[in-house]
């Protein structure tokens, strides 16, 4: 047999690296977001999102597939539950991270 080359594989550890980093300033970020409700926190990232995720789908040549989601009521209305806990589930994680009583971000990640 032949030795053959490997190529060197790439690393996940900058990313990973950025991304514990990335978690670790959100708490902080939220904090200085204290004079803002949480719900709507939430609602601007929703808001925001939908454009952005359109933008790049087109680019992607994927918005057939959104438009698939439609035609299937099963799929959208799993598509809908999952979007409603992940909601909740943001909306706790903001509301545990602004200084409402006292700071608390350790209970937030937890």
């Known amino acids: 047999m032949a030795d053959k080359e490997q190529t060197p594989q ?24 204290s004079h803002v409700p949480p719900i709507a926190i939430v609602a601007q990232r929703i808001l925001w999102s939908i454009p952005l995720l359109l933008i790049i789908m087109g ?27 992940i909601a909740i589930n943001w909306l706790i994680y903001i509301w545990e991270c602004l200084p409402i009583t006292y700071w608390r971000p350790v209970s937030a990640i937890i």
């Open 59 to 85: 680019f992607r040549k994927q918005l057939h597939e959104y438009g698939a989601i439609f035609r299937h009521k099963v799929h959208l209305r799993n598509l809908l539950a999952s979007a409603t806990l």
């Open 10 to 33: 790439p690393s996940g550890l900058p990313y990973a690296i950025s991304a514990y980093m990335i978690w670790g300033f959100v708490p902080v970020y939220f904090k200085l977001l």
